[in-house]
């Protein structure tokens, strides 16, 4: 077997594999083997009929395309394997056949690649630098949230309803005297205070004691779904079966406990140290994308479709584990909206082409900036890891997938990149550069 490796375009090599005569005969020869069952000539018992009667049968190219696929399945990724240093094969290849016969046969693989990405400019450019603080009304919202989770709720007789009460209601309602669907129900949980309802129907039932019957009167939003109903004026018997309110939990030591610490300025200090985290995991995640984004502003590169159509299908998977996380099937949505996943997933192409290019100029300044990732440097947060989940870390270690090691591996060589850039670039208020926007918009 000969091999030649042409660039050609949109991205693209064309690998033309040309087989000797004994390789293409052996080819042929398995085919017929791995076949031979499927077909019958009278004469001959089925799976004993000779090769030669068989092509004299059915023709003398019946396990020519079968030779192929299994010639292509050996030789192809070995091929890819030895031409890893001159490209990346990013896709499937389109498969061609130049030349075939008894003696001799030529197949080419048209391979979409990895292209090279040119850049303009990567240090030097005025960027954006995001930086988000943790500040005291930050931590008390946090820790009202987990009281609002943790609170109880609890049967009300002696008071009115009041906002943020939950009542259960019996209702029927007219429009122009007249019942309509979805005017009514029987036994409604309904928060006061939540904008469930139209405008002015939920204040109406505060101050409404259990047992107690009114009449609400409401008038349609103009925009109200329901073309019938829009901007009319209704009446809703509003029956008030149930009045419970949300008892949220003491925030004293006992409730610090309960959440994991020994009294309640080290909870609020826990919770600090997470927000704290969490804001500085997104100061860099967003200053990150503003560094790549200015330097993609000066960057071109030839993205073959087979790059894009792949993240497509990555946003289409986390879109779909986001609908199921909410009960909600991908089909079903689709359905709703009326698109087949094809025509949804064109929605993020601009996107998964932006992120492409985004990936390819992170892995070109990487090269050519020779970041590296020291052993000592894998070990040490490889210990992190262990530790985070109570192990040794050459016990933990010994327990991980390569694929670990490699991700740790570019995660670090990611992070020395970006400390470069920040390094290297005049990093500056997102204000600075949204005033420079503007003006730059006003001058056109």
């Not at 398995?30 to 499927?38: E, F």
């Not at 005291?136 to 609170?151: F, G, Q």
Request: hydrophobic share 35%; charged share 35%.
């Amino acid at each position: 077997m000969k091999y030649t490796v042409t660039p050609a375009e949109k991205s693209t090599v064309k690998i033309a594999i040309t087989f000797t005569p004994e390789e293409w005969a052996a080819a042929n020869d398995k085919a017929y083997q791995d076949n031979r069952k499927k077909f019958a000539v009278n004469g001959f018992r089925k799976g004993k009929v000779p090769k030669h009667v068989l092509e004299l049968y059915y023709g003398k190219g019946l396990f020519y395309e079968d030779a192929l696929n299994d010639l292509f399945v050996e030789h192809y990724p070995a091929i890819l394997e030895k031409e890893k240093d001159n490209f990346t094969a990013v896709g499937d290849p389109a498969l061609a056949v130049e030349e075939i016969s008894e003696k001799k046969v030529t197949l080419t693989a048209t391979t979409p690649v990895k292209p090279d990405v040119a850049i303009e400019k990567y240090t030097g450019i005025k960027i954006a630098k995001y930086e988000y603080t943790v500040t005291d009304a930050d931590v008390d919202k946090d820790i009202e949230a987990t009281r609002e989770r943790l609170a109880e709720s609890r049967d009300v007789t002696d008071r009115p309803a009041k906002l943020t009460d939950t009542v259960n209601i019996d209702f029927v309602g007219k429009c122009e005297g007249e019942l309509f669907e979805g005017g009514s129900a029987k036994g409604y949980d309904l928060t006061l205070g939540s904008g469930q309802f139209i405008p002015g129907f939920e204040d109406q039932v505060v101050g409404m004691k259990v047992g107690e019957s009114k009449d609400v009167n409401v008038t349609f939003p103009a925009d109200y779904q329901a073309e019938s109903l829009k901007g009319k004026p209704a009446v809703f018997n509003v029956v008030v079966n149930k009045i419970t309110e949300k008892v949220l939990p003491e925030l004293n030591e006992e409730f610090a406990k309960k959440v994991g610490s020994d009294s309640v300025e080290a909870y609020r200090a826990k919770v600090r140290e997470r927000l704290e985290k969490s804001a500085a995991s997104r100061s860099r995640n967003e200053t990150e994308n503003a560094i790549v984004t200015a330097i993609a502003q000066g960057a071109k590169a030839e993205i073959p479709d087979a790059m894009v159509e792949k993240q497509e299908d990555y946003a289409m998977q986390r879109m779909e584990y986001s609908l199921m996380y909410q009960g909600i099937r991908l089909d079903d949505y689709l359905k709703y909206v009326g698109q087949t996943r094809e025509e949804y997933k064109k929605n993020f192409e601009e996107e998964a082409r932006r992120t492409v290019l985004h990936q390819l100029i992170v892995e070109k300044l990487i090269k050519e900036l020779n970041i590296t990732a020291s052993e000592e440097e894998i070990a040490e947060k490889v210990a992190e890891q262990a530790a985070s989940v109570g192990k040794e870390a050459e016990e933990y270690r010994k327990s991980m997938d390569p694929r670990q090691l490699e991700y740790i591996e570019g995660d670090i060589k990611v992070t020395k990149l970006f400390d470069y850039l920040e390094a290297n670039n005049e990093m500056v208020a997102p204000e600075a550069i949204e005033t420079k926007a503007a003006e730059n918009e006003e001058n056109k």
